[in-house]
């Protein structure tokens, strides 16, 4: 474990060991599925509003 002396001579412990590999873990476990799932979701949502918009615009010529 690293160390570093702090202002008055104490020897202070570095406590973030091992965060960027909890970070990696986030990533991977948890935002790629969100996105894998946001993202045709998004999809869907902005077709059925482009649909909706087109039916408002027709509807008085039909």
Known sequence: MRSVVGR???VRRNR???A???DY???LGIVFPLAAFVV???MRII???YDM???FV???FL
Do not use: D, F, K
Request: aromatic share 4%; net charge positive; proline share 8%.
């Open 25 to 27: 873990v986030l990533v």
């Open 8 to 10: 008055r001579g104490r």
């Open 47 to 49: 077709r059925a509003a």
């Open 20 to 22: 960027a590999t909890l």
């Open 58 to 60: 027709s509807w008085p």
């Open 16 to 18: 973030r060991r091992g």
């Open 40 to 42: 045709p979701t998004g």
């Open 53 to 55: 918009i087109a039916v």
